[in-house]
């Protein structure tokens, strides 16, 4: 065996939602922020995302996370957030699957029952409170960014489906919501071929005629990924949603082939997202629960604790809580003669 790069990872799940962590074998990335590191490594290590995320290591409906060394002295603990097109600045399934390592694995101590830690997500800070029991982590909660409505009822245009009623948020990335009902898509995840299609059309559309910015930071645009919602079905549960996380470049002649994947767990950022909009309608206050449903029927817990403004907007402080779970560990390698150093994808799943 031959290794010119070996990366050490922890396979892990937050409600069914894929979240590689690795803990070793990262090269030194350069910045005075988690957010410049990021950048640091889309500019000069792209190569690790994509050898992480796609074929023969990863799949399309895998997610990525590096542990990286903090910056900021309040943080234990920085990482970054590798999807198939973006590094996403902040992630809720993510943040549950590396806060699920980082104590299970004991990079960080875990104090039973409730551990509390600082983690540098590219987004900023965010404080983690984590149950613990046994050994185990049985709920992550977190405090998000701050997260804010932009477009509430904007029109788009839509090759194929004509004027679509929209919204855009930013929840720790930046959504385009839309009521699967208002357009006559089935939210059931057998359905998941449509509602990645119709997502991807509606996305695409979004960018070019809602292009928006953030006002803390102009390096993070959007939109970059959907929120399809629906009113709740389960008891218990306040509404349910499917994301579409792209997984290659949208062509509009040829709609048809768009390439996306749903996210398995009710997505924390496109909650937080949706909550935003809720809270902008009237429709949700401070300190009530949002429990947003996923196509697996898992859950996340989101609550608005308090309200903030970000530049112009009017904006929400919401926490998030789901679990995680650890189902493998790996040790990846790269051979100096696999002609795939970048992985691959082909059309029949990609
Ligand atoms: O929970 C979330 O926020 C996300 N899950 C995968 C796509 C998003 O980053």
Request: negative net charge.
């Amino acid at each position: 065996m031959r290794i010119s790069r070996m990366i050490q990872a922890v396979e892990a799940h937050a409600e069914g939602e894929p979240g590689r962590v690795i803990t070793g074998g990262m090269p030194h990335l350069r910045g005075n922020s988690v957010f410049a590191k990021m950048q640091d490594m889309a500019r000069n290590h792209d190569d690790i995302r994509l050898q992480m995320l796609r074929e023969p290591r990863g799949n399309p409906g895998l997610c990525c996370n590096a542990i990286v060394p903090p910056c900021h002295p309040e943080a234990d603990m920085g990482f970054i957030i590798f999807e198939q097109t973006e590094y996403p600045p902040m992630s809720g399934s993510n943040t549950i699957c590396v806060v699920t390592v980082l104590l299970e694995t004991g990079v960080l101590p875990m104090i039973e029952p409730v551990t509390d830690l600082t983690l540098e997500a590219p987004a900023g800070l965010i404080k983690v409170r984590a149950t613990c029991q046994d050994g185990k982590v049985t709920r992550v909660e977190f405090l998000n960014v701050p997260a804010f409505a932009v477009h509430l009822d904007a029109v788009v245009e839509v090759p194929g489906l004509g004027s679509v009623t929209v919204d855009v948020a930013w929840g720790g990335m930046f959504f385009v919501l839309t009521d699967a009902d208002r357009i006559g898509v089935s939210l059931e995840a057998n359905n998941g071929s449509e509602i990645v299609r119709i997502s991807e059309a509606i996305r695409h559309a979004a960018a070019e005629q809602l292009p928006v910015r953030h006002p803390d930071n102009p390096d993070i645009t959007g939109p970059t990924i959907t929120n399809m919602y629906g009113a709740p079905v389960a008891t218990g549960t306040h509404g349910r949603g499917a994301i579409t996380i792209s997984t290659g470049d949208f062509d509009p002649a040829r709609p048809q082939e768009a390439s996306g994947i749903l996210d398995r767990s009710p997505c924390g950022t496109g909650t937080c997202a949706k909550m935003a909009v809720l809270h902008a309608r009237g429709q949700l206050g401070v300190g009530q629960d949002y429990v947003n449903a996923g196509p697996l029927g898992t859950t996340f817990t989101g609550r608005i604790v308090e309200t903030t403004n970000v530049g112009p907007y009017p904006a929400i402080v919401p926490t998030l809580s789901g679990q995680g779970w650890i189902h493998g560990t790996a040790n990846w390698t790269l051979d100096p003669t696999d002609p795939f150093p970048h992985g691959y994808t082909v059309g029949d799943m990609w």
